[in-house]
């Protein structure tokens, strides 16, 4: 009986062989080695980069450090992914955050020019006082 | 010089029922805030994980 119809290698229809080739390429077996090699190779890869992502992120130790901060920015990061970038909120929450911050920002700069006026108004009132009784 | 003394009295009393409120809710607070501090220390990507689900939902919520 022929195995494999009217080939005369013996050899299966799609080209590869189970007992070595008459060419010497690879066997079915060191190909399936081959190949169990490769995705070994890549999932160690693959781990490695994980891991090397995982210590870059340091989730846990930025947790550690600042829990409330590492809250806000899972919290941030979830607004972005929702697609909440470009929404009357945002515009709402910025422009809370900037009226706020010029206020802040401001009244320093405020409080120092009344202090220079009050103090310029202050020695102008004294010079004439003195100026008058003299 | 009776009321102001009354007023006095009640004021002495006010305070003497309601500083020891006050300072048993500031401590209900700072162990509540120690709670939760512990609670993300100890499980951080459950805390984060949750907090990026929030963020997600209130964006979905802000779209509409």
Known sequence: MKPFGDNPTNAPANGLTTGGKPDGGPTLRQRVDQCSRSAEQMWAETRGSLTDLRDAIDVKGRTNRKPYTALAAGLGLGYLLGGGLFTPLTGRIVGAGLRIGIRVALLPLLEAELVRMVETFATGAAEETSSSAG | ?64
């Open chain 2, 1 to 64: 010089m009776e009321t102001t003394a009354s007023i006095k009295r009640f004021a002495h009393d006010v305070e003497a029922r309601v500083r020891p409120e006050i300072e048993g809710a500031r401590k209900r607070i700072e162990s509540a805030g120690e709670r939760v501090t512990t609670y993300i220390k100890e499980n951080p990507g459950k805390c984060i994980l949750g907090a990026v689900a929030l963020g997600y939902l209130v964006a979905k919520l802000a779209r509409r």
